[in-house]
């Protein structure tokens, strides 16, 4: 089925570095989602993203958080300075659209982060 | 207060035996609810939708919805091992808030 890919799997930083999480949406997908996961409990929402703007975001992204997707490349998510409490797997998903059937998310395998 | 509530948050059954696992919404403006399930160490993935009230059946699976009650249900039956997994209800309205809102999951074990 329809992949989306994430890269880094795992990624290990120093408390205040930066950190870009990078995302490869299936390909004619127009949405797309960035969500955080803590130890393999709820999926919680951080942004979502068409058309070059971000549509929504919750109160989990924080000023520190951006992000983007220049034309033909990965949907990024860019960490800059990152805390203790950004160590979690992040999940990018898309979808082709926001009805019933083109609303399902197809989700990566998670960036885990681990910040020291 | 939680917008999607699961239950139980944990569940272990027989292998061959019935799975139910419940999700409630406090937001009436949900129209569209999926359920996803998510192996350790993978991503979600997509396992039933549902958007009409009543039954819908795939394979094993039945999700039921009542959305005068706000109460989205799946049954898996002739549980595998291979189905224990964590389960998540989504649910979005039909305009406005265009992202998914899960629940906090529902942890499946199924024992040989």
């Known amino acids: 089925g329809p992949k989306v890919l994430q890269i880094p799997s795992h990624q290990i930083i120093d408390m205040g570095q930066m950190v870009t999480l990078n995302c490869d949406p299936v390909?004619?997908?127009?949405?797309f989602y960035w969500y955080k996961q803590i130890l393999g409990q709820q999926m919680e929402f951080l942004v979502n993203?068409?058309?070059?703007?971000?549509?929504?975001k919750s109160k989990l992204f924080k000023d520190q958080f951006s992000v983007e997707r220049p034309d033909g490349s990965y949907f990024t998510l860019k960490i800059q300075p990152t805390a203790l409490e950004d160590s979690a797997v992040y999940f990018c998903?898309?979808?082709?659209?926001?009805?019933?059937?083109?609303?399902?998310?197809?989700f990566g395998e998670g960036s885990k982060l681990t910040v020291l | 207060q939680q917008k999607v509530q699961q239950s139980p948050e944990s569940l272990s059954v027989p292998e061959g035996g019935m799975a139910s696992l419940n999700c409630t919404s406090s937001?009436?403006?949900?129209?569209y609810f999926w359920w996803y399930r998510q192996h350790s160490g993978e991503g979600p993935k997509a396992l039933m939708?549902?958007?009409?009230?009543g039954d819908k059946k795939e394979g094993r699976f039945t999700a039921h919805l009542n959305k005068a009650s706000l109460h989205v249900s799946l049954h898996i039956r002739d549980s595998q091992p291979s189905d224990s997994a964590l389960y998540f209800c989504?649910?979005?309205?039909?305009?406005?808030?265009?992202?998914?809102?899960f629940g906090k999951g529902t942890s499946l074990v199924v024992h040989p």
């Open positions: 998903a898309s979808s082709s659209g926001l009805g019933g059937n083109t609303g399902q998310l197809y």
């Open positions: 390909s004619n997908h127009l949405y």
């Open positions: 993203f068409y058309n070059g703007k971000v549509m929504e």
């Open positions: 937001d009436r403006n949900f129209q």
């Open positions: 939708s549902i958007f009409s009230d």
């Open positions: 989504a649910a979005r309205t039909s305009g406005g808030n265009y992202k998914p809102t």
